[in-house]
């Protein structure tokens, strides 16, 4: 039985085959490309094997005459680009189970923020207000203008709603 390399189309000629022993001489001008593009032995060679294969495939789009090397190279970096775009579209495997364990349970965080909101309800009006405008990033000065008092006396009060919210929650919120 025949090997799959000796299996060669009717009309293959002479010139393809000329340009296969090209390719053949290329490939570890294409080995130290694809190594720009990643670094471990094995990607390389997956790399380099999937160029050839594409530019194999679609030989009979290169005109003779252009260069064989650029032909190739671009094959290779479009190859790369396809791939990466790919991964970073669908992760796999390893990646997709990382990024399913990452991501925290929202049930929960809907509860501790229910949990926060009922805590709030329960502190006097001005700590509240002095926690609220502090937490979302107005300075004490400015907060402290807004409710009409010394900023001493707002940073008491922030400092008051902390501990209070603390003993309210059971510092769990921060887990």
Not at 29 to 47: I, M, N, Q, T
Not at 50 to 56: D, G, I, M, Q
Not at 151 to 161: C, H, P, Y
Request: with cysteine; proline share 3%; glycine share 4%.
């Amino acid at each position: 039985m025949p090997s799959l390399s000796s299996v060669r189309p009717a009309s293959h000629s002479k010139e393809a085959s000329a340009i296969e022993s090209e390719i053949v001489a290329l490939t570890p001008a294409l080995r130290a490309f694809a190594r720009r593009f990643v670094r471990s032995d094995d990607d390389v060679d997956d790399l380099v094997q999937e160029t050839l294969l594409k530019a194999l495939n679609s030989l009979h789009l290169y005109h003779p005459g252009t260069s064989l090397k650029s032909w190739l190279f671009t094959i290779l970096r479009n190859t790369f680009c396809t791939n990466y775009r790919r991964r970073k579209r669908e992760p796999t495997g390893v990646d997709a189970g990382l990024e399913q364990i990452a991501i925290a349970p929202t049930q929960e965080w809907v509860l501790k923020e229910r949990e926060l909101q009922q805590a709030m309800a329960l502190l006097s009006e001005d700590r509240r207000r002095a926690l609220t405008l502090v937490a979302a990033g107005t300075s004490y000065e400015d907060a402290a203008r807004m409710c009409g008092c010394r900023v001493g006396t707002l940073k008491s009060r922030v400092s008051r709603a902390r501990e209070c919210l603390l003993s309210l929650l059971g510092n769990h919120l921060s887990d």
